[in-house]
């Protein structure tokens, strides 16, 4: 009977991943990682389309080349009177741009994935136009984030603990007992994403995105804020609201659990520290998400001085 709940559950979650709309190609163009691409964040798209990379250097290049560049140059060898010689040039689509179309800097993009591995679909970029939420929206991120091939690497890894831990004795030891753990920590981890990403905020009209504060603020005031999040999110219309989506799916997510966990794996201590574990482990992720961009862009401004250098050494060289 386990068997086939869990061969069913994951045949069901990777079919509906297979027929769900992708992402936006404007939220998640690529990412900030050495896979060498990065995300625009979620900006608002006319159609849906598949998930794209593009070139991380050249991109990083028109970011970096628009905070020192004033005006635009007029085409070389030409004439001041071709006309639009001084207008702008048309904007780059691999670049992500605000909500007034100005590239945004590096310390405010959200990677779609962080050091090239974990999915950031649920961020926005600071000051970018994100995605209006909705039923499908909400649906398609929240398929990619359960079906993510990452999501199966953390569950063998958190299963493996669990059984080498002996957090629940009657779910037993060895093989059988890393099976018992697996296919019930899959279904935690999708009704949780189903429940806080798609059917409470869609019901509700509740946007839990993480929105990162940004380098404008002190260290000590992105940490409070961050731990803020889990209690705070937004409406649709942008308000403030308390989290009612984010932290009733995790509630929610612990009652289903009594359904295909033993008895003893179901008291209220035990789904009260499990309801803990899994604010933490979101407290820590979005500290990351709102730290890491400041961490990526230091890096990649310092290699590009690095560059730079050997470069011009390299030329005197030849000089």
């Given amino acids: 009977m386990r068997l086939t709940i869990a061969a069913v559950s994951i045949g069901v979650a990777l079919s509906v991943r297979a027929g769900a709309t992708p992402i936006p190609n404007t939220m998640l163009i690529a990412h900030l990682a050495p896979a060498c691409t990065f995300a625009s964040g979620d900006s608002l798209a006319d159609s849906d389309s598949s998930l794209t990379g593009g070139d991380f250097s050249a991109e990083f290049d028109h970011v970096l080349e628009s905070d020192s560049a004033d005006e635009p140059q007029a085409p ?15 904007p780059d689509p691999s670049v992500p741009v605000d909500a007034n179309g100005n590239p945004i800097p590096l310390e405010r993009v959200q990677p779609q994935r962080i050091l090239g591995f974990m999915p950031n679909f649920r961020s926005v970029s600071g000051g970018s136009k994100p ?85 404008e603020h002190s260290i000590p005031i992105r940490a409070l804020y961050v731990i803020s999040r889990q209690a705070v999110a937004k409406t649709y219309g ?63 401004r310092k290699h590009r001085e690095k560059l730079a250098k050997k470069a011009a050494v390299q030329d005197a060289a030849t000089h």
């Fill in 131 to 215: 995605h209006p939420p909705g039923w499908k929206y909400n649906f398609t991120v929240a398929t990619h984030q359960a079906t993510d091939y990452s999501t199966f690497i953390f569950l063998g890894l958190t299963s493996l603990s669990a059984e080498g831990l002996d957090e629940h004795p009657a779910l037993g030891k060895g093989a059988s007992g890393f099976y018992a753990y697996t296919w019930r920590g899959f279904l935690d981890k999708t009704d949780g994403t189903y429940l806080s990403a798609w059917l409470l905020p869609s019901l509700i009209h509740e946007d839990t995105r993480f929105y990162a504060l940004g380098n």
């Fill in 238 to 300: 942008g308000r403030q609201t308390p989290n009612i989506a984010g932290l009733g799916g995790k509630v929610l997510t612990q009652v289903v659990s009594r359904q295909y966990y033993p008895k003893s794996a179901t008291t209220f201590p035990v789904l009260a520290e499990k309801f803990g574990y899994s604010v933490m482990r979101d407290v820590i992720f979005s500290s990351i998400r709102e730290f890491y961009p400041d961490a990526a862009a230091h890096f990649i």
């Fill in 76 to 90: 070389s060898g030409g004439s001041s009177n071709v006309p639009n010689a001084g207008a702008h040039p048309a």
